[in-house]
T-cell receptor, first 111, second 114 residues
């Protein structure tokens, strides 16, 4: 298995633009998590899904952030409009057999 | 909710020495404690985990101990090597339904000096 796949790996955009981050979980995993990592706040859980259903989105910072999981093999995290303070590394993780596996992350820079 | 504290935030050791990282958690219902290693530019990778029904687990040079009464757990790395240099995160979780939500510590930057 290729592991959790995220795209793009790097994204540079200007303030006010829409950003979409993509994730393909490991096949067979039924839980998917989105995290944000910054130096100041460390690893923060934004939202997680179980069987494609959002379970807890209390970590989503603002209404500018939204996440979807239309099927078991794909999820998106969207920021609209983006702001410089959204600059961070965003990780997707999926869980199987009780273990959470992380993707390589998307480094987002909002100018 | 759960709160996980991790110490120290930075740790430097000489190659061949041991390294110990400690974490405490707040919710006595937590029953799963993984440790992740994050190398520069990569996502966190699970290196070892322990469940609340055991007090210690070992995998080659890495061991984790758990004290449920005191609500703390530790990562021990023996015979450290330069490739052990990375950021290490502890985490704790409560099984909630069928999705296990992890609460992470703030991380420890381990540097192994050659």
């Amino acid at each position: 298995d290729a592991g959790v796949i995220q795209s793009p790996r790097h994204e540079v955009t200007e303030m006010g633009q829409e950003v979409t981050l993509r994730c393909k979980p490991i096949s067979g995993h039924n839980s998917l998590f989105w995290y944000r990592q910054t130096m100041m706040r460390g690893l923060e859980l934004l939202i997680y899904f179980n069987n494609n259903v959002p379970i807890d989105d209390s970590g989503m910072p603002e209404d500018r952030f939204s996440a979807k999981m239309p099927n078991a093999s794909f999820s998106t995290l969207k920021i609209q409009p983006s702001e410089p303070r959204d600059s961070a590394v965003y990780f997707c993780a999926s869980r199987g057999s009780g273990i959470q596996f992380f993707g390589p992350g998307t480094r987002l820079t909002v100018l | 909710g759960e709160n996980v504290e991790q110490h120290p935030s930075t740790l430097s050791v000489q190659e061949g020495d041991s390294a110990v990282i400690k974490c405490t958690y707040s919710d006595s219902a937590s029953n799963y404690f993984p440790w992740y290693k994050q190398e520069l530019g990569k996502g966190p990778q699970l290196i070892i985990d322990i469940r609340s029904n055991v007090g210690e687990k070992k995998d080659q040079r890495i061991a984790v101990t758990l004290n449920k009464t005191a609500k703390h757990f530790s990562l021990h790395i023996t015979e450290t090597q330069p490739e052990d240099s990375a950021v290490y995160f502890c985490a704790a979780s409560i099984a909630s339904g069928s999705a296990r939500q992890l609460t992470f510590g703030s991380g420890t930057q381990l540097t192994v000096l050659p």
